[in-house]
């Protein structure tokens, strides 16, 4: 079976600081991962996914995600928030193979400060 | 091009009444999912169809949900009767494959007094 944990459910961050979400998955086969977005009464968006290819993803609005196997990590970084990164964020998981449906984490609310 | 259309994008009734929401996928999408968003339990997976046929219903709480697909245009989620703790964002998303990213539409938003 798949799941994801996000650790933190609110995340505050200062105008041009580092922001750092995390995601750690469990997954008994070799996994899928995204991550996506939820602006204020919108539906998700995809940021990035991570498909077994290069290991350091990069997504649209300057965020990337590294897979790390050994830490069963898929954690999302952005080196300069921006007060337009305030929103929900959410990792999901799926199998790579007999693809099943994405688990999605419980999200992580980013508030940026000016 | 559009993306997922779901209606209406807010709904308020009373309990027992019958709620229907309607959702359009993109076009060439086989793969179409309905799930619901709640403050206490996050983002659920009700049911996903491809092709039109349901694959995977186990997320339906209860008999009083029911979804259709009756082409590949077009979808409902039918809940009848409604009940206050049903009140939740109910989004629509559609994917070209199984383990493609899923495009939501804006959602519905469902109040059930």
């Known amino acids: 079976a798949q799941s994801v944990t996000q650790l933190g459910s609110h995340v505050s961050v200062s105008e041009g600081a580092l922001v750092l979400l995390r995601c750690n998955y469990s997954s008994s086969v070799p996994p899928y991962l995204f991550w996506y977005v939820q602006y204020p009464n919108q539906g998700l968006q995809l940021l990035l996914k991570?498909?077994?290819?290069?290991?350091l993803v990069k997504g649209i609005n300057g965020f990337e995600a590294e897979f790390k196997k050994s830490e069963t990590s898929f954690h999302l970084t952005k080196p300069s928030a921006h007060m337009s990164d305030a929103a929900e964020y959410f990792c999901?998981?799926?199998?790579?193979?007999?693809?099943?449906?994405?688990?999605f984490g419980t999200g992580t609310r980013l508030q940026v400060f000016p | 091009d559009a993306g997922v259309i779901q209606s209406p994008r807010h709904e308020v009734t009373e309990m027992g009444q019958e709620v229907t929401l309607r959702c359009k996928p993109i076009s060439g999408h086989d793969y179409l999912f309905w799930y619901r968003q709640t403050m206490m339990r996050g983002l659920e997976l009700l049911i996903y169809?491809?092709?039109?046929?349901?694959?995977?219903d186990s997320g339906m709480p209860e008999d009083r949900f029911s979804a259709k697909m009756p082409n590949a245009s077009f979808s409902t989620l039918k809940i009848q009767p409604s009940e206050p703790r049903d009140s939740a964002v109910y989004f629509c998303?559609?994917?070209?494959?199984?383990?493609?990213?899923?495009?939501f539409g804006d959602g519905t938003r469902l109040s059930i007094l």
């Open positions: 999901a998981v799926t199998r790579s193979y007999n693809t099943d449906k994405l688990i």
């Open positions: 169809f491809n092709n039109n046929v349901p694959i995977d």
């Open positions: 991570y498909t077994s290819a290069a290991t």
């Open positions: 998303a559609s994917s070209v494959l199984r383990d493609q990213p899923q495009h």
